[in-house]
Structure formats: C-alpha cells, structure tokens
Nanobody
C-alpha cells in the first residue's frame, strides 16, 4: 500500500526558506504525478505545485518563490520554499496521483508557520 510521509515544516521568519520533503513508500513513484497543497486556518485546501511527466506547474501565489522537484531514485518529492511570507502559513500536504489521475493519495501534513 502506497503511503506518503511529509517532513521539514517549522517556524521561519518572513523572507526565510524551508524545504519540505515527502517520502513515497511503493515501487511506482516515478509514474505518479506528485504535488503539494496547503490549508490555512479557516480556508479550503489549495493547490501549490505539481511535478509530472511533462514538467511542473505552480499556483500564481508561489510562482518564482517555490520550486518542486523529485528524486526518483529515493522516492522523494521536495518543495523548496524561498521568500516566505506570513500568508504562506498553513499545513502543507503532499499529494500523489497515478498516471490515470483516478485516485488521490495524501500525507498527514506538516505545519509551516511564517512569523517574526
């Protein structure tokens, strides 16, 4: 059974950086679309970034600040977050979809807090 486990969240000052990691347990990682979503208090979960077979895509709010990448040898997807703002504060969730996009896998989430 495929599982996703996030790590790397924490408290950071505005303008700082964090790198989130998501470990994928299973043998089909390189076929999956992998992404990151986030949910701030009182708000709906929103798309942040995705990496798939043809490249990457980002939410406008994080473009040019966040970078998603993957290491298919290690079964890990990363989210490098630079220039963090207080409005980036949220629980960040890793997401995985098989090539058919017929299902969603979610991690447990990791808290990111941007505050001085």
């Amino acid at each position: 059974q495929v599982q996703l486990v996030e790590s790397g969240g924490g408290l950071v000052q505005p303008g700082g950086s964090l790198r989130l990691s998501c470990a994928f347990s299973g043998r089909t990682f390189n076929t999956y679309f992998m992404g990151w979503f986030r949910q701030a208090p009182g708000k709906e979960r929103e798309f942040v970034a995705e990496i798939g077979g043809i490249g990457t895509r980002y939410a406008d709010s994080v473009k040019d600040r966040f970078t998603i990448s993957r290491d298919n040898a290690k079964n890990i997807v990363y989210l490098q977050m630079n220039g963090l703002k207080p409005e980036d504060t949220a629980v960040y969730y890793c997401n995985g979809q098989p090539p058919t996009r017929a299902s969603d896998l979610w991690g447990q989430g990791t808290q990111v807090t941007v505050s001085s």
